[in-house]
């Protein structure tokens, strides 16, 4: 059984599904456009893994009108695994604050 949130700001509401068994999120729901006008949009998640203590969908589905527009499959994820702010500032040619 998921818990529904609605945002609402002006005339833009976002409704988001949580389930926190599975994980934190599992669908959002706003309005878009398309050629034809108004539509719904859906963002659904789905194959939640542990990635460095966080819990990370691996395959996210987009609907537009009900119609599937995007499937999005990820292979790995790296938390924190950016550049160093020493690596940063190189790069920028930046000298370090003292």
Known sequence: M???VLWKR???EIQLSLDAE????LEAGLPGHDPQGETDI?????DHRDAGGVKVPFKVTGLQGGQQYLQLTVTDVKL???PRGRDVRE???RKPIP
Do not use: F, H, R, Y
């Open 80 to 82: 924190n695994a950016g």
């Open 42 to 46: 859906e963002v659904i998640t789905s």
């Open 22 to 25: 599975d994980a934190p999120a």
């Open 10 to 12: 002006g005339t833009l």
């Open 91 to 93: 790069a920028v040619g």
């Open 2 to 4: 998921a818990d529904v």
